[in-house]
Nanobody, 132 residues
Framework: QLQLVESGGGLVQPGGSLRLSCAASGFTLDYYNIYWFRQAPGKEREGLSCINSSGEDTNYADSVKGRFTISRDNAKNTVYLQMNSLKPEDTAVYYC?????????????????????????WGQGTQVTVSS
């Protein structure tokens, strides 16, 4: 089955860190841009970050810039989202998605393209809860 699988979520205290993983199952991530999103209860889905297929180009939402870092290890077929200095408002379900569009086309749109239909693959999500 071709799918993305997120992991690494959990409960963390404010100021803490988590590293989320987005692993591909049944296909290789080498040729795909990867995107991270989150959705909190009662709120709209929010685009957080994106990374191109080689890992050389990225983009971040202002809400996470300087705290979150996206990276990838194509040898492990996995993309990561390192989240530091977590705040209660970071509590949400975090999703990853993939597409193969030219990154120069989508880079500046990656924070606003939040519909599932815009992507080839979409994960099932992992819960992140930031609370003391």
């Amino acid at each position: 089955q071709l799918q993305l699988v997120e992991s690494g979520g959990g409960l963390v205290q404010p100021g803490g860190s988590l590293r989320l993983s987005c692993a591909a199952s049944g296909f290789t991530l080498d040729y795909y841009n990867i995107y991270w999103f989150r959705q909190a209860p009662g709120k709209e889905r929010e685009g957080l970050s994106c990374i191109n297929s080689s890992g050389e180009d990225t983009n971040y939402a202002d809400s996470v810039k300087g705290r979150f870092t996206i990276s990838r290890d194509n040898a492990k077929n996995t993309v990561y989202l390192q989240m530091n200095s977590l705040k209660p408002e970071d509590t949400a379900v975090y999703y990853c998605a993939a597409d193969s569009k030219p990154f120069w086309v989508v880079k500046n749109l990656c924070l606003s393209r939040v519909g599932k239909d815009d992507y080839i693959y979409w994960g099932q999500g992992t819960q992140v809860t930031v609370s003391s």
